[in-house]
């Protein structure tokens, strides 16, 4: 019965003029695409929303108006796999906008900082995150000063019945709902200014928002510590994922593929993976005392991680010595040999080893940048257990200028063939964070080099661990998946 039913459709094709060997063969060329995905590819580009404002580091603007930073990135990186070009669509005043142009079916994607909520999943799907940031408080200091003076701020917010400033649909806003009763909370359009200014102005003590925020408010205004207080809120999550139209599954498991294929790690050595620093700092010390000149060992601490020229530029200002080029070169053989006598008391930092190995493990590439040459690097390199045929090492001396120019990060990235700004620098010290900005990428800072906190977020770092370990047990916040 089949096989006549297969003769009479033949014959039917045939009659009305179809080659259907020829037209069969034809749809064996041409594998069949998923609908959404066939969508894009039809219209020849792929249509991403972004926010028509600053949201650093994920979205920037320059003075010509061009958009940068890692969610741009991110959004290139995509179209260019697909082989078309990207268009975005910059009209959106805030994150909701951006949300629903995607709900619409307007754009094939949204980015720009997005939090995945549970609101916003009503409307779109979202991807795995890619990054995980924290809530924080953004507090009026004198205000917060005067009616709670004796209190935590978060424990204070919630017993008090000042108002709390929030930009619907954020995850923050969601939190803060929990937190407080609705009467108290003021809704603003956007964090910056709208927010910021009346937390500074005193119509709200405070407002919740995330990490970034938070701090980008205090590094933007020089006044800012006088009048503001940022409090990090360590056990939430802020997840950052692209948005997609509800029935855009293809897309979405491709656009989850790429957000971890394009990852990469660049790091600093001394400080954030090997527990060399003071070692550093003792053989510069040394070595001055050699040559004569008198310097204090935490001014030279103060110093570490940055290149050799602007090093010179420290000693010309802080001593008045007049230093030539060849003062300039025996300094650094003195330097050198100094460090490698102490070389052997250096050890990896607690969970180096481990965090390199699970990004191998993962598939995560990763480079080291460091503004040491290799003389003195390789043997610190050695306890890593680093492969030096397969790890991509960029030192000093392989690159025109050291931190805090961004050459050495650039450098790294382009040995690893990842675009930088969908790179995360991870370094202890101030150069390694204004390299980062630099370079633009994410920085990431780790307290094992001796700086603070607020010293690394002032520097452009919008995470900051303990150490490796510390980094690795939260691995997923940074984009990595467990």
Request: charged share 25%; net charge neutral; glycine share 8%.
């Amino acid at each position: 019965m089949l096989r006549r039913r297969a003769l009479f459709a033949y014959a039917a094709s045939l009659a009305a003029g179809v080659a259907a060997p020829a037209a069969a063969a034809q749809e064996r060329a041409s594998p069949r695409r998923a609908p959404d995905m066939q969508r894009i590819l039809d219209r020849g580009r792929l249509v991403v929303a972004v926010a028509g404002f600053a949201a650093p580091p994920f979205v920037t603007i320059g003075a010509d108006g061009a958009l940068g930073g890692h969610d741009i990135a991110l959004a290139h990186g995509m179209a260019g796999a697909l082989g078309l070009p990207v268009a975005f669509d910059r009209d959106a005043t805030n994150f909701d906008d951006i949300v629903g142009k995607v709900a619409q079916g307007t754009a094939d994607l949204g980015l720009s900082r997005l939090s995945a909520t549970l609101a916003r999943a009503v409307l779109v799907r979202f991807s795995r995150p890619y990054v995980v940031l924290r809530h924080a408080l953004l507090v009026n200091r004198p205000r917060f000063a005067r009616l709670l003076p004796d209190g935590e701020p978060l424990a204070a917010l919630k017993a008090g019945d000042a108002p709390l400033a929030i930009v619907p649909g954020t995850a923050a806003a969601e939190y803060a709902r929990r937190l407080v009763a609705p009467a108290r909370l003021r809704e603003y359009r956007r964090w910056d200014p709208d927010v910021v200014d009346a937390v500074r102005g005193g119509e709200v003590i405070a407002a919740c928002g995330d990490e970034v925020e938070a701090k980008r408010a205090l590094a933007a205004r020089p006044d800012a510590p006088l009048q503001l207080r940022a409090v990090m809120l360590p056990d939430t999550r802020d997840p950052i994922a692209a948005a997609l139209p509800w029935d855009s599954l293809q897309l979405l498991a491709w656009v989850s593929m790429s957000e971890q294929g394009d990852a990469a790690f660049l790091f600093d050595l001394d400080g954030t993976l090997v527990d060399s620093v003071y070692q550093h700092v003792l053989a510069w010390h040394e070595a001055l005392e050699q040559e004569g000149i008198d310097l204090s060992i935490w001014r030279i601490h103060r110093k570490i991680g940055m290149s050799g020229g602007l090093f010179t530029n420290m000693l010309l200002r802080e001593t008045g010595l007049d230093i030539d080029a060849a003062h300039i070169e025996r300094l650094r053989r003195l330097h050198a040999a100094a460090y490698n006598r102490r070389s052997a008391d250096i050890r990896p930092l607690p969970g180096a080893v481990e965090l390199l190995a699970y990004l191998t493990e993962a598939g995560v590439p990763w480079a080291i940048a460091t503004s040491g040459r290799m003389e003195t690097a390789r043997p610190v390199l050695e306890t890593l257990g680093i492969d030096f045929d397969r790890v991509p090492i960029v030192t000093r001396d392989q690159v025109k200028y050291a931190k805090p120019d961004p050459d050495l990060f650039l450098a790294a990235a382009e040995r690893l063939g990842c675009d930088i700004e969908r790179a995360s620098v991870i370094g202890d010290s101030v150069w390694d964070m204004l390299a980062s900005r630099r370079a633009r990428a994410l920085g990431i800072g780790v307290l094992s080099g001796g700086y603070g906190s607020e010293e690394l977020e002032r520097a452009g770092a919008y995470r900051v661990y303990d150490d490796p370990a510390d980094l690795l047990k939260h691995i997923d916040e940074v984009g990595v998946r467990r």
